[in-house]
C-alpha cells in the first residue's frame, strides 16, 4: 500500500488552511495539545453534514493522544443566536428550553456515531463576562469601536485580515454579505457586540443590554478554556470566512500580536445524491432519522470514508457498502472466535502512517481491509491473536469496531430484514442447523432460502453457521 511510503516518516504531517499546504506539526507544548472545533449552534435538530466535524476531529483526537499523550480537545455549544431566539418564540418558551433540548439530542446522535466527549464543551451563555472582557481590550487597544449601542471591530485596524481566506476586500465584503450600516466605519467592520430590544433576550454590558456577535463568542471561548495560542483550530469548509478570519483577527488583536492557531483545518461539505443539501429541495437528512435505518457505526465509517478535505456524497448506496465493509470486518472478528488478543500488538505501523499523514482515512482504511484478508487466511492461534488485537486497536482509532461481532449482527433495521428479528433469526439458523444434521438439505435449502428473503445471509464454514444482513 501507498502508506508504506510514510511508515518511517518522523513526524505526523497536517495540512493548514492557512498556509495552503502539509506542515509537520508538533505541538507548541510537548505534554498537551490544544484543539478547539466549532460546534453547533443548538435551535434544531442537526442534518448530517454538522457531524462531519465532530466525526473528523474526533478522529484526530484519537491519533493526537497516540502521538502525543494529552489532547486539551474543546467543542463549543452555540445557546445565543437569533434562530434560537425565534424558536423560543414560536413556541412561547425561554431559550433555555430550546438549547437544552437540542443539545441533549446532539448529545445523543454523537454518542450513536462513536464520538467520544470533548475535555471541554464551553457555552456561550456561560462566558458572557469573557467576551465582554475581550471587547473592551480590542476597544482599548484601537481595534474596535462602540457606536449606538453597538460594537464593531474596524478591520482595517489589522493588516493582515484575509490571510486565511485569501480574498480582496472587496470579495470578502460580497462574500460575507455584510450590513452597510451608517455607523461604521468601514463597510467591512463586524459586529462585537448589539443591542437587544425588550421583546430578545439580552445581557448588560458597558454599552447596553444587549448580546454578543457570533464571531467574538469562539475568540472568548477558546481562550478561557485553551489560552491564548491553541494548536489547532478546526472546523466546516463554510466557516473559513467569514467566521475564522474574524476569529484570527480579534484574537490576534486582543492578544497584542500573538498567534491564535497555529494551524487551520478545515473539513470538506456534505453532499446528497450529488446535490448540495437544501431545504427547499427537501433533501436534508437528520441524524436522528437515519439512525432509525442505520447503525450509527455505518454513518460514520461513511464519513470517514472520503477525505476529510474533499466534498463527500451520501447516497443509499453509498452506506449500503458502509454497512457491508462492516460486515467483512465483523465477520472476521467473528471467525477468530475465542481467540484472545496478543498483549502489546497495536496498529499496523502503516495504518498509523496513514492517519497521520493528514488523516488519510482512506488508506487507512485500506489497510485496515488488508488485515481483514490476513485474518481470513491466518491458521495458526499466535498470527489469529496478532491480527485481532491489531484490528481492535485500528478498530479504536477509527471509533469503529466497539460492539462485539454478535452484537453487530443482531442489530439489523427492519425495513433491512423483513421485519425480522435477531431472535427469530436465531430460531431458523437453529432449525436448519438440525435439518442438516438429519440430512434433510431440502429443509436446510428451505430456510435458507425464507431467510435470504428476508435479508439474511446464512453461511457455512467450518466453524459452523454464521449469519449476517445483506
Not at 499466535?382 to 484490528?391: C, P, V
Amino acid at each position: 500500500m501507498l502508506a508504506r511510503f510514510f511508515a518511517n516518516a518522523t513526524t505526523m504531517q497536517l495540512y493548514n488552511t492557512l498556509n495552503g499546504r502539509k506542515e509537520a506539526f508538533v505541538p507548541q507544548n510537548p505534554d498537551r495539545v490544544t484543539m478547539y472545533v466549532c460546534g453547533p449552534t443548538v435551535y434544531s435538530y442537526a442534518h448530517i453534514g454538522n457531524y462531519r466535524p465532530p466525526v473528523v476531529f474526533d478522529t484526530l483526537a484519537r491519533v493526537l493522544r497516540r502521538r502525543f499523550g494529552r489532547v486539551d480537545y474543546a467543542r463549543n455549544i452555540t445557546d445565543i443566536d437569533d434562530k434560537i431566539n425565534a424558536a423560543a418564540a414560536k413556541e412561547g418558551v425561554d431559550i433555555s428550553v430550546i438549547t437544552d433540548r437540542y443539545t441533549a439530542a446532539y448529545h445523543a446522535d454523537l454518542q450513536s456515531l462513536g464520538v467520544e466527549p470533548t475535555t471541554h464543551e464551553p457555552r456561550v451563555t456561560k462566558h458572557l463576562p469573557q467576551i465582554i472582557s475581550m471587547i473592551e481590550s480590542l476597544i482599548a487597544a484601537g481595534h474596535a469601536y462602540a457606536a449606538e449601542g453597538h460594537v464593531l471591530f474596524n478591520v482595517p485596524s489589522y493588516p493582515d485580515y484575509g490571510k486565511l481566506s485569501k480574498r480582496d476586500t472587496r470579495e470578502m465584503l460580497a462574500g460575507a454579505r455584510v450590513e452597510v450600516a451608517p455607523y461604521k466605519k468601514d463597510a467591512g467592520d463586524f459586529v462585537l457586540w448589539k443591542p437587544s430590544p425588550p421583546e430578545l433576550p439580552g445581557w448588560d454590558s458597558p454599552w447596553g443590554r444587549g448580546r454578543p456577535g457570533w464571531h467574538i463568542e469562539c475568540s472568548a471561548m477558546s481562550e478561557a478554556v485553551l489560552g491564548e495560542t491553541i494548536d489547532i483550530h478546526g472546523g466546516g469548509h463554510d466557516l473559513i470566512f467569514p467566521h475564522h478570519e474574524n476569529e484570527i483577527a480579534q484574537s490576534t488583536c486582543a492578544h497584542g500580536g500573538k498567534t491564535y492557531a497555529r494551524f487551520w483545518m478545515h473539513n470538506g461539505f456534505v453532499n446528497v445524491n450529488h446535490e448540495k443539501m437544501s431545504k427547499s429541495i427537501g433533501n436534508v437528512l437528520l441524524v436522528k432519522d437515519l439512525l432509525q435505518a442505520l447503525p450509527g457505526e455505518v454513518i460514520r465509517l461513511v464519513l470517514l470514508t472520503g477525505h476529510y478535505r474533499q466534498p463527500l456524497d451520501w447516497t443509499d448506496e453509498v452506506a449500503s457498502d458502509a454497512r457491508k465493509k462492516l460486515d467483512r470486518v465483523y465477520g472476521a472478528l467473528r471467525d477468530l472466535g475465542d481467540i484472545k488478543p496478543a498483549e502489546g500488538v497495536t496498529a499496523p505501523e502503516a495504518f498509523i502512517a496513514a492517519l497521520e499523514d493528514d488523516l488519510n482515512t482512506p488508506m487507512a482504511l485500506a489497510e485496515l481491509f488488508d488485515l481483514v484478508r490476513a485474518a481470513n487466511k491466518a491458521e495458526n492461534d499466535a498470527d489469529k491473536a496478532r491480527i485481532k488485537a491489531q484490528l481492535l486497536d485500528a478498530g479504536h482509532l477509527l471509533g469503529l469496531l466497539q460492539q462485539t461481532p454478535a452484537e453487530w449482527f443482531a442489530t439489523a433495521s427492519p425495513s433491512s430484514a423483513g421485519g425480522i428479528t435477531p431472535d427469530e433469526i436465531e430460531a431458523l439458523v437453529a432449525a436448519r442447523l438440525t435439518a442438516r444434521t438429519n440430512k434433510n438439505w431440502a429443509e436446510s435449502d428451505r430456510i435458507r432460502d425464507e431467510l435470504k428473503a428476508k435479508g439474511v445471509l446464512v453461511e457455512d464454514s467450518k466453524d459452523g453457521q454464521r449469519w449476517r444482513m445483506l
